[in-house]
């Protein structure tokens, strides 16, 4: 049983030790132990050692789904270093964002991915590299590593140069670096964004995350032997706490995957014998959708767990009947509380899975409440608050922010509205942040709205969620023009597309004149949610 008295690394260690010779990790060529995949981990540490990596130092991690991530997290965390994913989907200054405000040491990532030049995209945003340093505008960045890719450039290193400088390190001095890390101790900075329109950093340590994840794979019913497909995203915490770290406290089989598309998942599922394959609904919706997918065996499916968007009662019925999985099991999290806090349970029925986020898991306190900070009445609604083990220690340099989130008790404020039934499940109804979620991914208007303030035809922007039936939501943004601009729709929506992550750009533009404000200047939204129904049909999200 993992406690909060435990660590990454220790982890790594126990799972060695349990489970030895079994396969801990396959990526195409590349087949893993998990006792090989403790030492390739103890390897890389070796080599941020060598690298000048201090406990509490921070990397960040900017790849897809490669084995290669899952190495170096291990290998900076065994170090003592804090791991900080970005989205793979960031343009360049969005990233450059978030590796200026984490102070990031050492970026970990791929010379090429979806035809992305991840070092140019980076250099392109922020000025090319200066002296010594990959990137100028990172004083920060000391060292580059192309975790796939050929190196070039100053402060570049090859993910097989960088492990083999690390072999000057003795392998004792990575054993008392490991030994060294402390339950309390940060473990990551994911950053999300918020209503100031700045990502934000939540720090979680090792012992929480680790305590959150072993309930979560017990409620899930993730078992030893299990053949774990993850399609989630590394860099969310669907991908890797819920992902990879739960798959080796339990001893599955890591199957990262690249890029989501329907025939070549399917093939997967039979070739390899998955029996796990978690997702947000728009994957199970495709691959149900797929004409072809009776050819494809799909017997040894057995586990699913989903969430992130409203789901159909009837989704749930065709996952269990057409898919044949055993077990579908919906939660709700928020990268502040380490991804966890409601999850319904296998025995649940189909209707409670698709309109419920499930029950608070143990030891944790989940209440809805009202403006008077009182908890509402069982069926009547009220902001999601939670407090235990899995809320974030705070923001990372973000003293005021995290006041504001989290209070003096305690408690964690989601801004998110929920009702919670007699029976302690919650049902999540608004959103008092206004964000919304695309295809599984978190929006946030804020940052968005910040972010087309670039474009030199618009002066005024706001941005609202409208449902989608593919997407669940996707935004639309309502467009003040600049001055003697005459911006159009559609090249609105190609310079978002150009600058900044494909899921943050609004599907739908409308030109206006004005936008609406109230008494106070700012912008009513309920009126753009109206005016949206009104242009795109049915009720705005």
């Known amino acids: 049983m993992i406690t909060d008295a435990e660590t990454i690394p220790a982890l790594v260690d126990r799972a060695a ?3 030895g010779a079994r396969s801990a990790l396959e990526d195409g060529a590349a087949r893993l132990t998990f006792a090989e995949l403790a030492a390739a981990g103890r390897r890389a540490a070796r080599a941020f050692i060598a690298a000048g990596l201090a406990p509490g130092d921070r990397v960040a991690v900017w790849a897809p789904n490669v084995h290669e991530w899952i190495v170096a997290a291990i290998g900076l965390q065994s170090a003592g270093g804090v791991l900080v994913p970005l989205n793979t989907r960031l343009k360049g200054a969005e990233a450059g964002y978030v590796l200026a405000k984490s102070g990031a040491r050492i970026l970990c990532t791929v010379g090429e991915f979806l035809g992305t030049d991840y070092p140019a995209l980076l250099r392109g945003a922020l000025g090319g590299a200066g002296p010594g340093r990959p990137v100028a505008d990172l004083p920060a960045l000391e060292r580059l590593i192309l975790l796939r890719g050929a190196a070039a450039g100053a402060g570049v290193t090859t993910w097989a140069d960088f492990l083999a400088r690390g072999d000057a390190v003795p392998a004792v001095e990575a054993e008392r670096r490991a030994a060294a890390v402390a339950p ?49 995203p590394f ?21 990262p995957h690249l890029v989501f598309d329907v025939p070549v998942v399917l093939a997967r599922v039979g070739a390899e014998r998955v029996t796990v394959l978690p997702g947000p609904p728009t994957l199970y919706q495709a691959i149900l959708a ?13 586990l699913a767990v989903t969430g992130a968007a409203v789901i159909p009662v009837e989704l749930i019925h065709r996952m269990r009947d057409d898919l044949g999985f055993e077990t579908v099991i919906t939660g709700y999290g928020l990268t502040e509380t380490c991804g966890i806090v409601t999850m319904c349970r296998y025995d649940d029925d189909p209707e409670t899975i698709a309109t419920t986020s499930g029950r608070a898991i143990p030891g944790i306190e989940v209440r809805c409440v009202g403006d008077d900070g009182r908890e509402a009445p069982r069926g009547e609604p009220g902001e ?24 003096a008790e305690g408690w964690l404020h989601t801004g998110d509205v929920g009702v919670m039934d007699a029976r302690g499940y919650l049902r999540i109804t608004d959103r008092i942040k206004d964000m919304f979620i695309m295809g599984g991914f978190n929006c946030y208007p804020a940052e968005i709205e910040n972010l087309m303030r670039g474009h030199d ?23 003040v023009p600049a001055a003697g601009a005459a911006p159009t729709p559609e090249s609105v929506i190609a310079w978002c597309r150009a600058n900044m992550a494909n899921y943050k750009v609004p599907r739908h533009v409308a030109i206006v004149d004005a936008l609406p404000l109230n008494a106070m200047g700012k912008v009513t939204k309920f009126v753009l949610r109206e005016r949206a129904a009104a242009r795109l049909g049915g009720p705005a999200a």
């Open 384 to 407: 999601v608050v939670v407090r235990g083990y899995n809320v974030m220690r705070g923001y990372f340099e973000e003293s005021a922010a995290t006041a504001e989130t989290v209070d």
């Open 290 to 302: 797929y004409p072809e997918r009776g050819r494809f065996d799909l017997s040894s499916l057995r």
């Open 17 to 19: 030790e349990r489970f």
């Open 235 to 255: 860099f969310h915490s669907f991908g890797y706490k819920a992902g990879w770290l739960s798959a080796l406290m339990c001893g599955a089989t890591i199957l």
């Open 184 to 232: 309390g101790d940060l473990s990551d900075i994911m950053f999300t964004s918020g209503t100031t329109g700045n990502p934000k950093g939540a720090m979680t340590a090792h012992g929480q995350n680790l305590c959150a994840f072993q309930v979560w794979s017990e409620v899930v019913g993730l078992r030893e032997g299990d053949r774990y497909l993850i399609v989630n």
């Open 457 to 479: 035809a618009v002066e005024q922007v706001a941005v609202i969620g409208v449902p989608d039936e593919r997407m669940g939501e996707v935004g639309m943004a309502f467009v």
